[in-house]
Nanobody
Framework: QVQLVESGGGLVQAGGSLRLSCAAS????????MGWYRQVPGKQRELVAT???????NYVDSVKGRFTISRGNAKNTVYLQMNSLKPEDTAVYSC?????????WGQGTQVTVSS
């Protein structure tokens, strides 16, 4: 079974940066989209950023200009560079991959931004 494994979360002060990484445990064929979602306890999961196989990116308004999503040379990897972090960015960040009718999710990595 394919797993997505995230890394790079942690505790950072407001204004700081973190880089999240996500890699698939095995090759996923025909990936259309990879992305990052985040969730705070008691709130709905929120789309943060996505990137298509054609490198078209999309961001939620609250992170535009601060976060950058990119794909690795190994196409089953995706990164999220997060700059100018704010306390409201605190959440569990999960990686996502969509391939046709199939979808894959990671377990999530905690990002905590202190004020």
């Amino acid at each position: 079974q394919v797993q997505l494994v995230e890394s790079g979360g942690g505790l950072v002060q407001a204004g700081g940066s973190l880089r999240l990484s996500c890699a698939a445990s095995r090759t996923i064929f025909s990936i259309n989209t990879m992305g990052w979602y985040r969730q705070v306890p008691g709130k709905q999961r929120e789309l943060v950023a996505t990137i298509t196989s054609g490198d078209i990116t999309n961001y939620v308004d609250s992170v535009k200009g601060r976060f950058t999503i990119s794909r690795g040379n190994a196409k089953n990897t995706v990164y999220l560079q997060m700059n100018s972090l704010k306390p409201e960015d605190t959440a569990v960040y999960s990686c996502y991959a969509g391939a046709g009718l199939r979808s894959f999710w990671g377990q999530g990595t905690q990002v905590t931004v202190s004020s």
